[in-house]
């Protein structure tokens, strides 16, 4: 019968085998880089439009019409991607080259979602738009009230400005402002707090052209995002872009164009309840490549084991999870080969993913300040002889009332960064907190200070594995590497040598 050794070293060679090979087969046969830093990034969009029918009992017909994009300052679509099972699917061609998709269903009687999903990249810096025809501004028809106000606040702004351009930074300056006058607080009020609308119909009072664009702020990872809004005025030589959230002139670099101009960017006849989200994912590939992958999924479908074909939101998640065997692996030789010792086995990795969202030093200074106060909390409910279980649910509670008043302080104080403090994991650090005054109890204050010192030593070093870029790269686009991470760590686990502290300790016998 073959021992425990040597069937560990079997399988943990297969895996390391298996996962290489299939790195390598799709590195050669896919053409899939290796390398990130050579290569454009490619960002996946997917939108996800949710309706329900308008009478679920006997059905009724459905028209669901979503414009599309088309590639703006810069931006080249490689591919697109329709989900439509059950429905009748046709693209529309409009004027300017712009499109539709339209679904239609004669019958539907349950709540349904439709997927619309695209390859986009940069291929240069070049901000420039087509030149759109100028249409005469349609004034608004507002109350007496409403148009006395509007006019006030043209008139002052007027005065204060040089230009149409410096006219319309001082608008958004004023509605950006904390403390507006009492004709903007009024408009915004008869407005409902339609901060955009009151600003299309101040500049169609000031005989100002302009229209909306909306677009998709370009973050890694995020799901369930709706469209965002830019304005784009005449100035009377030239378009102008401005972004309302900040006042400032231009397009953002992180700003992806879906539609310029005026009309609805989701129509939906025969439905209710109609949403439109998008979940986005960054990736480091060539276009080809990416392109090449696509076309050539099902010809490839038993050996690649690319995660592309999962809906965009699924990816952004999966993007995260499969950097936890690289931190596992890391926790692991840490532990068995160098000898840290940490508080808890794996407390170290969730340290380093809330490290991820927090950014290293803002995380650390976070974690360390919730810590200590909560060890100076839990000492005074020692005192008070709680039950176990009650004592780690009052630490839980005092630790979110802890992070909600700081994030409350630093928001008041403009830290935007510490608001961050929300994506660690409240009941980790509430069981951290325990078992930290549970060994001061038993070992003292000595052994805390290894044993937590060593826990944000792993999540240091976990942290900067993980936010390698190289790294990142190789997990999402090679996942069957984990395989080979599987093989390593196995081999690890049947380690019985000295670890290199132990070597350390005893560096002094060894010379005798």
Wanted: no cysteine; hydrophobic share 45%.
């Amino acid at each position: 019968m073959i021992n425990s050794k040597v069937q560990i070293g079997l399988i943990a060679g297969v895996f390391i085998a298996l996962g290489i090979g299939l790195t390598l087969y799709k590195a050669v046969s896919l053409d899939l880089p290796l390398v990130p830093d050579q290569y454009r990034e490619v960002w996946t969009i997917e939108s996800k439009t949710s309706f329900a029918p308008t009478n679920t009992r006997v059905g009724s017909p459905v028209n669901v019409q979503l414009k599309l994009p088309t590639g703006q300052a810069g931006w080249v679509i490689l591919e697109e991607h329709f989900a439509s099972s059950g429905f009748g699917f046709s693209i529309i061609e409009e004027s300017a080259g712009s499109s539709v998709a339209r679904w239609t269903r004669q019958k539907l009687d349950r709540p349904t979602t439709l997927y619309y999903k695209m390859q986009t990249y940069r291929a240069s810096q070049n901000s420039s738009l087509p030149i759109l025809p100028i249409k005469i501004p349609q004034k608004p028809l507002l109350e007496p009230d409403q148009q006395a106000a509007t006019d006030r606040l043209v008139d002052r702004l007027q005065k204060q400005s040089s230009n149409i351009e410096s006219f319309v930074q001082l608008l958004l300056q004023e509605f950006l402002r904390d403390s507006p006058d009492q004709d903007t607080l009024f408009l915004l009020d008869s407005y409902e707090d339609d901060a955009f609308a009151v600003l299309m119909d101040v500049l169609a009072m000031a005989d100002i052209s302009a229209h909306q664009i909306r677009g998709i702020v370009l973050e890694d990872g995020r799901r369930r995002q709706t469209l965002s809004s830019l304005i784009e005025v005449y100035s009377g030589e030239q378009w102008s872009i401005f972004d309302p959230s900040t006042a400032n002139l231009g397009l953002p670099d992180n700003f992806f164009i879906w539609q310029r101009g005026d009309g609805a960017v989701l129509n939906v006849v025969g439905g209710r309840d109609s949403s439109l989200e998008f979940a986005l994912v960054s990736n480091s590939l060539p276009a080809k490549a990416v392109v090449g992958m696509e076309q050539r999924s099902d010809q490839y479908a038993l050996l690649d084991f690319s995660i592309y074909t999962l809906p965009v939101e699924q990816q952004g998640i999966f993007k995260g999870l499969l950097l936890i065997p690289v931190a596992a692996l890391v926790v692991v030789f840490m532990r068995l080969l160098v000898g840290v010792r940490t508080s808890g086995t794996f407390m170290p990795i969730l340290i380093a993913l809330a490290f991820i969202q927090t950014t290293l030093f803002i995380g650390l200074a976070i974690f360390l300040g919730l810590i200590g106060i909560g060890l100076w909390i839990r000492s005074y409910l020692s005192q008070l002889n709680l039950l176990l279980v009650a004592r780690v649910a009052t630490v839980i509670i005092m630790v979110i009332l802890l992070m909600a008043a700081l994030a409350v302080i630093s928001y008041r104080l403009g830290l935007d960064q510490v608001l961050t403090v929300t994506f660690f994991p409240t009941v980790i650090v509430a069981w951290t907190i325990e078992r930290m005054s549970i060994l001061w109890e038993e070992e003292g204050g000595h052994e805390v200070l290894i044993q937590g010192g060593g826990s944000l030593l792993v999540a240091v070093m976990a942290y900067l594995v993980m936010s390698n870029h190289l790294v990142e790269h190789l997990t999402f686009n090679f996942p069957e590497l984990t395989l080979s991470v599987l093989g390593v760590i196995l081999l690890f686990g049947k380690y019985t040598g000295y670890r290199l502290s132990e070597l350390y300790r005893f560096r002094d016998m060894g010379s005798k």
